[in-house]
């Protein structure tokens, strides 16, 4: 009695995902359960820049004196360092190095510009930042800033401060205001 060995039962695949039906099944788990926790991105963080100064007393005495062409000083600190904010007739100077500056325009108004080099410079500083927009956002006549900041750097339109020093210098013209030097005469 011999028995012939038959062949050994053949074993049996599991059947893979295709790349296509992968996709198909996270789609729709997606649109049934939503993303998993490891799945969700971070959400972008927006910032409204210069909000902070805007309603700051001393923000404020800065801008009514940089206006009249008098001179006012405060100090702020960000990540443990002090910085001097300060305005002297016709400079707003951030840690001793002038970012806005005017110049005259006509009887009542001055020309707003930034001085690209040293705001390059401090681009880094959340301090810096917040006064750049709340500079821009004190000034209505100027309307919308085209200043913008992402990824700690600034730009002015499309192309960053950057590159506009290079070829246009350092000085930006913002826009003009109107200033209070000037006392305005009572007609009678």
């Not at 707003?92 to 190095?97: H, L, M, Q, R, V």
């Not at 970012?99 to 500083?125: C, H, M, W």
């Not at 004190?138 to 600034?154: A, D, R």
């Amino acid at each position: 009695m011999t028995t012939t060995p038959g062949k050994a039962p053949k074993k049996v695949k599991e059947k893979k995902q295709s790349p296509a039906e992968r996709l198909e099944a996270m789609r729709y788990n997606h649109m049934m359960y939503g993303p998993t926790v490891g799945e969700m991105r971070p959400a972008a963080k927006k910032s409204n820049y210069g909000s902070s100064y805007l309603t700051h007393p001393k923000f404020q005495g800065l801008m009514t004196a940089f206006k009249k062409g008098t001179a006012f000083k405060f100090e702020v600190t960000d990540k443990g360092k002090a910085y001097t904010i300060s305005t002297d007739e016709s400079h707003i100077s951030f840690d001793g190095k002038v970012i806005f500056y005017s110049r005259p325009l006509n009887k009542y108004e001055d020309n707003l510009l930034l001085d690209r080099a040293s705001a390059v410079q401090y681009q880094g500083t959340e301090a810096l930042v917040h006064l750049a927009f709340a500079v821009l956002r004190s000034f209505s006549e100027l309307g919308t800033p085209q200043l913008s900041y992402l990824q700690n750097q600034f730009y002015y339109g499309s192309e960053t401060l950057e590159t506009g020093i290079a070829e246009q210098g350092p000085n930006l013209l913002i826009g003009a205001y109107k200033h209070n030097k000037a006392p305005e005469k009572i007609k009678k």
